[in-house]
């Protein structure tokens, strides 16, 4: 990635990236298409700490990734190579998992106490050294404890979400990436202006004959759109990459 910061959904890990157990992978397509799922355990990063489930339920992953005309093993975020013709790639995500531990992070929903459905997707082009990103992902949450629920107008369940646009343009003769990119998560649908969003700016310069970029990141928040608050600071953060 050109940014020296994840998007907000994943940055407080609300969904986990790391986890024990099995995957199945299979290819179709001369490798255009390829299918992976999984089993796993539900307390992602936590369960290497001895931090467990006691209902030892597990988590269901599944993820379809589809590569036209080239393979899906080339992706890449950026158009590295800038391609003459235009390249798509498209994937579709969904997990489960059913936890009684009810998660301590920013937005409470790395594991929550009830039921949790992630599913969402994701589509990248890429053509002569520009690339457009788009994500969104949903979480349906149902609660064990539906007490809170009632002063909703709701039955059952909340929804949170995120998601993410992303342009970017290599320019390889003056070694330069340029990246802007649109964050949004909501939380939970059952809070009204609940929106947070932000836009950031990064710059990658590739140092000629070395393995070592130099990454420059701009992080602005965007007021909501009803109360017109900031829901956190403007920051900037230079960096340096070696790649091995």
């Not at 030892?56 to 890449?76: A, H, T, V």
């Not at 890429?126 to 909703?152: C, M, R, S, W």
Request: proline content about 5%; charged content about 20%; cysteine-free.
């Amino acid at each position: 990635t050109p940014f020296l910061q994840k998007p907000e959904f994943l940055h407080n890990q609300i969904m986990s990236r790391r986890s024990l157990g099995i995957t199945v992978n299979k290819t179709f397509w001369y490798r255009r298409i390829n299918f992976k799922t999984g089993i796993y355990n539900s307390d992602g990063e936590t369960s290497l700490s001895a931090v467990n489930d006691k209902n030892g339920k597990p988590e269901f992953i599944s993820r379809l990734e589809i590569g036209f005309p080239s393979q899906y093993s080339d992706y890449y975020e950026i158009d590295k190579t800038q391609t003459p013709i235009p390249l798509f790639f498209l994937g579709l995500n969904a997990r489960y998992a059913e936890t009684t531990n009810a998660g301590a992070d920013k937005y409470h929903l790395y594991t929550v106490n009830g039921k949790k459905f992630t599913y969402g997707g994701d589509l990248n082009i890429l053509y002569k050294g520009f690339a457009v990103l788009f994500e969104e992902d949903i979480i349906k949450v149902t609660p064990n404890n539906q007490l809170p629920l009632h002063a909703f107008d709701t039955t059952t369940f909340y929804r949170a979400g995120d998601f993410v646009a992303e342009l970017s343009y290599n320019a390889k003769p003056i070694h330069s990436l340029f990246v802007v990119r649109y964050d949004e998560i909501n939380p939970s649908d059952l809070i009204a202006n609940n929106t947070n969003r932000s836009t950031e700016f990064a710059y990658v310069y590739s140092i000629p004959k070395t393995y070592v970029d130099l990454k420059f990141l701009y992080d602005h928040p965007l007021p909501n759109k009803v109360t017109k608050a900031v829901w956190k600071q403007d920051f900037m953060r230079i960096g340096l990459q070696l790649f091995f």
